[in-house]
């Protein structure tokens, strides 16, 4: 494996001295892309092209040909553990991910299959190879998974969902079938994720879309027991360098402290939370990921430099930030805005660090 | 009017003593009551009902009769103002409300009709003073308007958004055009509430759907600013009572202090906070509305019981506590589980007051 030139991605979810903030995206090689339209024409569907190493090593490299990010992330969807386990994963168009079978029952639980990530999601591992290969040391390559919660919800209502009913009556009457699935769940992620860092991924983020739907009693039940699980299991190491972890619940802001004991060594935190507040009450035990509103990339790029300045200022000086959007970029925004985002992170972030 | 038999709903928001803890649902006046669908089909649209005061004041008492209700909501729909103001608000099957119009220039704006709430939107003052007399003084009458924030987004995308892209794109580069629509916004809905005041509402609610979809700083900016404007320019007396004013922002759990400095002498948190907690940081300074999952009562009868006395416990002994859930109530909800839920507070709560 190539040498890492760029680790201030890494050095910073450890909270080490970095010289400038380093910035990624959520769905960075996404939609808002021509170029990804192009290839994800080429595939033919979505998941054709999430099972094609060549075609996802292309569309992972494409935003890091146009703006300078120090992370690359693996293109994948969340679902392809669900999908492995049997559930028959696809998509229709503008209408979300859907699941030919749900699990609501003991015997839908006990009819999902028994995987092995290597094997059974070799793909996604010939993906992660791939890339961690075309990168050639230029910036680290970043593993992820749903969490358990995120994906029961998908399993349990057979797709997405507005209110979650399904998953909820079955968290609420029937907690111990949801706690097996959960379990079942963990186990697979863990495996998942680990495999992925055997393949080449050099820090993996785990997202709790959903976590953020439950109640503050319930997320503990639910989501981060499960998380917390995952990250005990993980391979904490690899090529001699740490492997970090990063949690990422949508609306989890109520639940900073907790989540940051969950054993990652960062948080994502979402657009709401005010990041000097959430600094303020973990930031000595963990590394902050965001947050920017990703539909401040819709304003003006004057506007976004203010706002990048603005977030640079809340978490103030020294180390442990990670600049991102709060979520993932959206389909709308022009590429020349996500340019302004990332110079403005380049350009205002280093009188935040000490020099080296 | 009638003499107010029943007044625990009144003094709990002014945490004044009470022998047990009031409970009014969200949306109570809905789909899951089949009389409610019936009424509905007789009506024409769901606004035609809206405007119609006998039936609207017919769905309102529907859910009294079947369960010990402490209040009763006026039956319509929280973009009633916009629709006023000229843009024609319809609904599509399955689909959510729409505009023929949006607000997105000064132009657009400066095409707003100028309306009085007693004549533009007189068929609400008729429904609340039909709906005022039928109750007879069983229970109050809460009033109720959008925020001006959550209302801007569905004039300015023309309908629901997932991301509020318009909104937020105007928010965030014309910053002042933002303001002008929402001080229009603040100056009508303070107009309809004190019209609705007038018309026999005895409480008030300012729902603010939206609300948690801003930063925190663009929440204080945007939109808690806003409702602050408009508690300040309320009458809070009627019939020689006190008129209390409830706020409630889903996803406001971050912010909860702010939301406490507002002037409103509730605040309503949906169920992601967790309700102790939430006391602790602001009961001292206001009564506190919820919150429990509305996904609950998709969970057996026994399940729902156990959750009313995690959440009576959760906040304690003394005064303060409206039950509620943390949001509306859903469509395919077992009346009969709504029993167990109202049933349960009323069995549950008097050890937590004092004996009068």
């Not at 979810?13 to 290839?39: F, H, I, K, S």
């Not at 994963?89 to 209408?95: H, K, Q, R, T």
């Not at 819709?298 to 959007?325: K, M, Q």
Request: a negative charge.
């Amino acid at each position: 494996m190539s040498e890492l030139r760029n680790d201030r991605f890494l050095r910073a979810l450890l909270r080490q001295p970095v010289d400038r903030t380093p910035v990624w995206m959520m769905r960075q090689a996404g939609r808002y892309l021509p170029e990804y339209r192009a290839t994800r024409a080429e595939a033919g569907s979505f998941l054709d092209l999430c099972k094609n190493a060549e075609l996802a090593c292309e569309v992972t490299l494409q935003p890091l040909r146009r703006y300078p990010m120090d992370a690359a992330i693996l293109f994948s969807d969340i679902l392809t553990v669900p999908d492995a386990l049997g559930l028959g994963l696809y998509f229709e168009e503008g209408e979300g991910p859907r699941f030919r079978k749900t699990v609501r029952s003991e015997q839908d639980l006990a009819g999902l299959a028994s995987i092995r990530a290597e094997d059974d999601l070799g793909y996604v591992m010939n993906a992660v190879s791939t890339i961690r290969r075309a990168l050639g040391g230029s910036v680290p390559l970043i593993g992820f998974s749903g969490s358990p919660w995120t994906l029961a919800t998908y399993m349990v209502e057979g797709g997405s969902s507005k209110d979650f009913a399904h998953t909820k009556r079955m968290a609420y009457d029937q907690p111990q079938l949801m706690h097996d699935l959960l379990s079942l769940l963990a186990d697979a992620v863990t495996d998942y994720l680990a495999a992925q860092v055997r393949a080449g991924a050099q820090a993996l983020q785990i997202f709790d879309t959903w976590g953020g739907a439950l109640s503050a009693a319930g997320y503990r039940e639910f989501s981060l027991r499960y998380m917390r699980r995952i990250i005990e299991g993980l391979p904490r190491e690899a090529d001699g360098r740490e492997v970090p972890v990063i949690v990422f619940t949508k609306g989890g802001g109520q639940w900073l402290e907790a989540i940051a004991d969950s054993g990652a060594d960062a948080v994502g935190i979402d657009w709401t939370t005010d990041i000097a507040a959430a600094r303020a009450r973990v930031g000595e035990r963990v590394a902050l990921q965001g947050n920017m509103d990703p539909a401040m990339l819709y304003a003006s790029p004057a506007r976004i430099r203010e706002e990048v300045a603005t977030i640079l200022e809340g978490f103030g000086h020294g180390d442990g930030h990670v600049f991102n959007l709060g979520h993932g970029i959206t389909p709308g925004v022009d590429p020349d805005h996500v340019t302004a985002f990332v110079d403005a992170v380049q350009e205002f972030s280093p009188q935040y660090h000490r020099p080296a």
